[in-house]
């Protein structure tokens, strides 16, 4: 079992960064994938990043290429999201997952933190 706290989130002005921190226990998180999706206000939730359990592959919805990056801390049991050049179509709550699966198929969730973007 794992679980997942995130943090960070907040209230940006367009075209600045956050960053966002995910922190998982359970000795097992050094092996699992883990990923970042967010879900806007009556939209459906969307996958946003994720990266391998061994920190070299990464992965990204086109909307946020070049703008966001996705990294893990095995040592210290944490996935991390840089947002940098934030829109105000950004804005939405974050959710942090991991497992054993594969991309984007991830079993144990956090529960979320809130990203606001002002124009």
């Known amino acids: 079992q794992v679980q997942l706290v995130e943090s960070g989130g907040g209230l940006v002005q367009a075209g600045g960064s956050l960053r966002l921190s995910c922190a998982a226990s359970?000795?097992?998180?050094?092996?699992?994938?883990m990923g970042w999706f967010r879900q806007a206000p009556g939209k459906e939730r969307e996958f946003v990043a994720g990266i391998s359990s061994a920190p070299g592959n990464t992965y990204y919805v086109d909307s946020v290429k070049g703008r966001f990056t996705i990294s893990r801390d095995n040592a210290k049991n944490t996935g991390y999201l840089q947002m940098n050049s934030l829109k105000p179509e950004d804005t939405a709550v974050y959710y942090c997952?991991?497992?054993?699966?594969?991309?984007?198929?991830?079993?144990?969730w956090g529960q979320g933190t809130q990203v606001t973007v002002s124009s």
């Open positions: 359970g000795r097992t998180f050094s092996n699992y994938g």
């Open positions: 997952a991991c497992g054993p699966r594969g991309l984007g198929q991830y079993d144990y």
